[in-house]
Structure formats: structure tokens, C-alpha cells
């Protein structure tokens, strides 16, 4: 079964400082990989997204990374404020699959505080 | 834009109960979706709709039914509550499946906090 962990579950981290999130998966092949930031009693919203030709995205002081041969994404924050404390969520789309959400991969998320 | 709105946010039901959670976008997504997020688990689909008038069940649709009236309008029923189905409910839509999944994100409401005793 096609499977993403992420790790680690949980991260408490002050403010300023930078962190890296990790998602390990076996969907293969792979159409692309989106991250998710879920803050507490809300929705995911879309953070980034890589095709599996790309290698990193940014969006402002979020940058992700894949490497498509080791199935590694990392999500790195740099200059974290406070506001960054929510939770993570990876999620994988398998090759061949258009738009429809409905055969989508998610992660278990990994939840970050950010104290002061 | 309002993006994709659900009712109600809160819900304590009995076992046994039945109830409609609601959901509303005005986007005007084709596809639509119910997903239930758990501790410790990630979000699992529950039943989707690829337009209106249609739905299919995903990975865990037991105990639930569906119905897409309306393009815009996507509601989740529970007609007999048990406690198993204590959990955050997350209706979701997205451009039609015929659009490059890049440019297709999942647009989550705020979810339906539901408790059943």
C-alpha cells in the first residue's frame, strides 16, 4: 500500500530559528508532492508542490526539497515565528492522476510549535 | 470569496442519532470531497463527487451517504451515529480532474467538529 510517514511527529522549536520537517514515501511512480500547513481548528492550505523533476520550491521562508531516487521531501523553515506553529502535512499524488483529490496520499503531519 | 464553507463547526450527537454536516463552495469547483481527520492518522477520504449529481466512496465510507444536489453544495450524512465516527470532518473541492493536478490544490473548509457518546 502506498504509504508517506512523516517525521518528526511532533517539534517545539523559539522563535528565530530554523527547522526541517521530513517526509519519507513509497507511492511510485509519482506525479508530484504538496505540502500542507494546517493551523489549529482550520483547514490544510496549500504550502508548495514539486513535480518529481523538480528539486526544491520556495514560498517565502518555506523551502522544500525532493529527491525523486531516495523518495525524500523535507520542508525547511527559516526564521521561525509564531505564526509557523501549526501542523505540516505531505501529501503525494501518484502518477496518471489528474485533478481529483481522490486518489491523493497523505502524510500524519508533523506538529510544530514555535515558543518565544 | 467565501472558499468553501461548513456547517456546523461543533456537533455532540448520541449513538443512534443522524445528522447532515453541510458544505458549500463558491469557487466553482467540479470536484468535491469529505475527508475525516483522526489522531495520529492522516486525512482519509470518506466519499467524493466529480460533479453534480454524482459521488463515489472512498477509503472509508461505511456508516456514511453522500449527495450532490447542487454544483456548488456537497452534504455528508450519518444516519445512525456511532462513537467510532468521533472526529474532525473536512470537506474539501478542487478544479476538475481533467486539470493538471499541479495547478488543481485541494481548498479544505474549517471542519465539523463531531463528538458521538
Known amino acids: 500500500k502506498n504509504q508517506v510517514e512523516q517525521s518528526p511527529q511532533s517539534l517545539i522549536i523559539l522563535e528565530g530559528k530554523n527547522c526541517t520537517l521530513q517526509c519519507n514515501y513509497t507511492v511510485s511512480p509519482f506525479s508530484n508532492l504538496r505540502w500542507y500547513k494546517q493551523d489549529t481548528g482550520r483547514g490544510p492550505v496549500s504550502l508548495t508542490i514539486m513535480t518529481f523533476s523538480e528539486n526544491t520550491k520556495s514560498n517565502g521562508r518555506y523551502t522544500a526539497t525532493l529527491d525523486a531516487d531516495t523518495k525524500q521531501s523535507s520542508l525547511h523553515i527559516t526564521a521561525s515565528q509564531l505564526s509557523d506553529s501549526a501542523s505540516y502535512i505531505c501529501v503525494v499524488t501518484p502518477w496518471g492522476v489528474t485533478g481529483g483529490g481522490n486518489k491523493l496520499t497523505f502524510g500524519t503531519g508533523t506538529q510544530l510549535k514555535v515558543e518565544l | 470569496n467565501a472558499g468553501v464553507t461548513q456547517t456546523p463547526k461543533f456537533r455532540v450527537l448520541k449513538t443512534g442519532q443522524s445528522m447532515t454536516l453541510l458544505c458549500a463552495q463558491d469557487?466553482?469547483?467540479?470536484?468535491m470531497y469529505w475527508y475525516r481527520q483522526d489522531p495520529g492518522m492522516g486525512l482519509r477520504l470518506i466519499h467524493y463527487?466529480?460533479?453534480?449529481?454524482?459521488?463515489a466512496k472512498g477509503e472509508v465510507p461505511d456508516g456514511y451517504n453522500v449527495s450532490r444536489l447542487k454544483k456548488q453544495n456537497f452534504l455528508l450524512g450519518l444516519e445512525s451515529a456511532a462513537p467510532s465516527q468521533t472526529s474532525v470532518y473536512f470537506c474539501a473541492s478542487s478544479y476538475s480532474g481533467r486539470e493538471s493536478s499541479y495547478n488543481s490544490p485541494l481548498h479544505f473548509g474549517n471542519g465539523t467538529r463531531l463528538t458521538v457518546t
Open positions: 469557487m466553482n469547483h467540479e470536484y
Open positions: 463527487s466529480v460533479g453534480e449529481g454524482t459521488t
